[in-house]
């Protein structure tokens, strides 16, 4: 009996298989036809070979349950995933430039029917790998692969572009301007990535959150007087936490279960945030309107009796 977490392993090593194979021939190609757009393709190519089984990784490991040494299990394998595949590609794209520029400055001749036959099979094989992927329901991980997977056919279709203008018209400079124009595209492209990714790391409220959107919805709650230490984090890139203080009357006290249960229906029902640990408070308590945090000398003590070791 096929699971629905089969799905995702399965199209992700049948992509690994079809980006190798194009990757060992655009290799070949790029080598025989002189073609630096070629090999930019079989580079971008060869990351995704890399991406794709880190991609797998990363989905097998975040289906490991928690243990008493990471509570939150391996939801957080994706992002780190996520963060190296596009760091990589910003990588393999400044390098790309910098050759491009160079072959602009001293152009090479090109082998041009070699590069339109690999490249529209470039095209043709990342274009399968993409469409099998796409269905990635903003999993990071998945995402990244599939920007790998869509830049590559990108680059496949400019390659083809530039390998038909270098045969019809004998322009070499084609190969290295396209090169330049598909690398600077994946460059931004990745660089959102990093940019969430680093987020989810640094515990930054989620993008697509507003933090007084949340706490304004908290606070229309009824029975609830005021909310503060409001945090919001991402645990992966569908996991969404939230841990708050929130005051209350005296007498409200006794419907504690409730109110902790007519808040976190908001937080599900309207911003999609699944974990959330309430502590509920006098309002106009100790805690209220400042720090709630133990001040140092405090913890010192605490970590002290509790000991520690190195």
């Known amino acids: 009996m096929k699971t629905p977490a089969a799905a995702p392993d399965k ?20 080598i025989i036809a002189n073609s630096l757009g070629l090999l930019s393709d079989a580079a971008h190519n060869l990351s995704d070979v890399v991406a794709l089984g880190l991609s797998l990784w990363a989905v097998r490991l975040g289906r490991r349950g928690a243990t008493p040494r990471r509570t939150f299990a391996y939801k957080r394998a994706e992002i780190l995933v996520a963060l190296f595949n596009s760091a990589v590609l910003v990588a393999i794209s400044v390098y ?28 043709a094989i990342n274009g399968i790998a993409a469409f099998l992927l796409r269905s990635h329901h903003g999993d990071l991980n998945l995402r990244s692969a599939f920007l790998h997977l869509i830049g590559d056919a990108a680059t496949s279709f400019g390659v083809m572009v530039s390998g038909l203008i270098v045969y019809l018209w004998d322009w070499n400079y084609a190969d290295a301007i396209v090169s330049i124009l598909v690398s600077v595209w994946i460059s931004r492209e990745a ?42 984090w991402s645990i992966s890139s569908s996991d969404l936490a939230l841990s708050a203080h929130v005051e209350v009357e005296d007498a409200e006290l006794s419907r504690a279960g409730a109110l902790v249960a007519a808040v976190k229906e908001v937080l599900a029902r309207d911003f999609g945030i699944g974990h959330v640990t309430l502590e509920l408070e006098l309002a106009g308590g100790e805690c209220a309107g400042s720090s709630c945090e133990l001040p140092p000398e405090r913890l010192g003590e605490t970590h002290s009796r509790l000991g520690h070791r190195h």
């Open 191 to 232: 660089f959102g990535i990093v940019r969430r990714t680093v987020n989810v790391l640094m515990e930054g409220t989620p993008e697509e959150l507003e933090f007084s959107e949340v706490e304004k919805a908290m606070l229309a709650v009824p029975e609830v007087k005021g909310v503060h230490d409001l945090h919001i």
């Open 96 to 123: 790309i430039i910098v050759e491009a520029i160079r072959r602009l400055l001293d152009p090479q001749p090109v082998e041009g029917l070699w590069v339109m036959a690999l490249a529209g099979a470039g095209l």
């Open 11 to 30: 199209r992700l090593i049948f992509s690994l298989f079809l980006n190798l194979l194009i990757t060992l021939l655009q290799v070949a190609g790029g």
